[in-house]
């Protein structure tokens, strides 16, 4: 970024606040300040937080672009790119491309060569993270869940040996069923519902899923959710059962491969089921 205020050529990614309207950079500012084009999920949003923060639209374009126009809004920026102009881009509330119509935007910048910036900032996935109180080492964003119980708990049901915390979105109204289709199929994980993140009613329940389904079911909150649940308990496998399951494996596919699919499925280190792979092919 030049000191003239003048922004790069090309797209900028931007964050927004998912709550505090003090939560922007000053980088982001600087971006919706000096950008020759802005577009937004919701554009009475960002002429908002733009007025809080006493930046001035001056005439520049506002474009909208959300999942319902996206492929009509989307020639026009293109456009603005390839005549040299300086895009910014902000999702409704934080980080943009995160469970946010602006990735095709993103995909189709990049396809035609045009420079991609980001200006990080909020993440409604982070903060949650961050009070949550379950293990961050490893998680997994999976968004929104489908709406329909049967496509939910088949869902639930492939994520269930994932080796970290789940992180997912809902709206209160499917809080609920998700908590009580999530207790059936995971069982009694460690989970944390995070409501309302970095707002004046900011608030954090906590317990195992059973706990929560009732909890909520009996009370339901308001406002934005994200939902934490814990990785599966992995019991320990004994040998004879990795054999077994190498078996199979290695009569179906490569050596690399029964390893991969062994060792995800079992929660066993890779090194130990590898060294065993390698036991059984060269045993006569």
Same mark, same amino acid.
């Given at each position: 970024? &030049?000191? $003239?205020?003048?922004?790069?050529?090309?797209?900028?990614?931007?964050?927004?606040?998912?709550?505090?309207? +003090? @939560?922007?950079?000053?980088?982001?500012?600087?971006?919706? +300040?000096?950008?020759?084009? =802005?577009?937004?999920?919701? /554009?009475? $949003?960002?002429?908002?937080?733009?007025?809080?923060?006493?930046?001035?639209?001056?005439?520049?374009?506002?474009?909208?672009?959300? @999942?319902?126009?996206?492929?009509?809004?989307?020639?026009?920026?293109?456009?603005?790119?390839? @005549?040299?102009? $300086?895009?910014?881009?902000?999702?409704?509330?934080?980080?943009?491309?995160?469970?946010?119509?602006?990735?095709? *935007?993103?995909?189709?910048?990049?396809?035609?060569?045009?420079? %991609?910036?980001?200006?990080?900032?909020?993440?409604?996935?982070?903060?949650?993270?961050?009070?949550?109180?379950?293990? /961050?080492?490893?998680?997994?964003?999976?968004?929104? =869940?489908?709406?329909?119980?049967?496509?939910?708990? &088949?869902?639930?049901?492939?994520?269930?040996?994932?080796?970290?915390?789940?992180?997912?979105?809902?709206?209160?109204?499917?809080?609920?069923? *998700?908590?009580?289709?999530?207790?059936?199929?995971?069982?009694?994980?460690?989970? !944390?519902?995070?409501?309302? =993140?970095?707002?004046?009613?900011?608030?954090?329940? @906590?317990?195992?899923?059973?706990? %929560? !389904? /009732?909890?909520?079911?009996?009370?339901?909150?308001?406002?934005? #959710?994200?939902?934490? #649940?814990?990785?599966?308990?992995?019991?320990?496998?004994?040998?004879? /059962?990795?054999?077994?399951? %190498?078996?199979?494996?290695?009569?179906?596919?490569?050596?690399?491969?029964?390893?991969?699919?062994?060792?995800?499925?079992?929660?066993? !280190?890779?090194?130990?089921?590898?060294?065993? &792979?390698?036991?059984?092919?060269?045993?006569?």
């Amino acid at each position: 970024m &030049a000191d $003239s205020g003048a922004i790069e050529a090309g797209l900028h990614l931007v964050a927004v606040p998912i709550g505090s309207a +003090r @939560d922007i950079t000053l980088r982001a500012l600087d971006i919706l +300040r000096g950008a020759d084009v =802005l577009a937004a999920e919701d /554009t009475r $949003s960002l002429r908002r937080l733009m007025e809080i923060h006493g930046i001035p639209l001056e005439g520049r374009p506002m474009i909208p672009y959300h @999942d319902h126009n996206g492929p009509a809004a989307r020639p026009r920026l293109l456009q603005a790119l390839r @005549d040299g102009k $300086s895009v910014a881009y902000c999702s409704e509330a934080g980080t943009p491309l995160i469970a946010d119509p602006g990735f095709q *935007l993103g995909t189709a910048a990049r396809s035609e060569g045009a420079t %991609l910036r980001a200006a990080p900032g909020a993440s409604a996935v982070l903060a949650a993270l961050c009070v949550g109180g379950l293990p /961050t080492d490893r998680f997994f964003f999976a968004g929104f =869940l489908p709406p329909k119980s049967a496509a939910r708990r &088949a869902a639930l049901r492939d994520m269930a040996a994932i080796p970290g915390t789940l992180v997912l979105y809902e709206s209160p109204k499917r809080l609920a069923a *998700l908590l009580s289709d999530a207790a059936e199929v995971l069982g009694p994980r460690r989970a !944390a519902v995070c409501r309302e =993140l970095t707002k004046r009613f900011e608030e954090v329940l @906590d317990g195992d899923l059973p706990d %929560l !389904a /009732t909890r909520v079911a009996e009370d339901p909150p308001r406002g934005e #959710i994200v939902l934490l #649940i814990d990785r599966a308990v992995q019991e320990e496998v004994s040998e004879e /059962t990795l054999r077994e399951m %190498l078996a199979v494996e290695l009569e179906a596919g490569s050596l690399k491969t029964a390893v991969k699919s062994v060792s995800e499925r079992t929660g066993t !280190a890779r090194k130990l089921v590898y060294d065993l &792979a390698l036991s059984m092919k060269d045993a006569p």
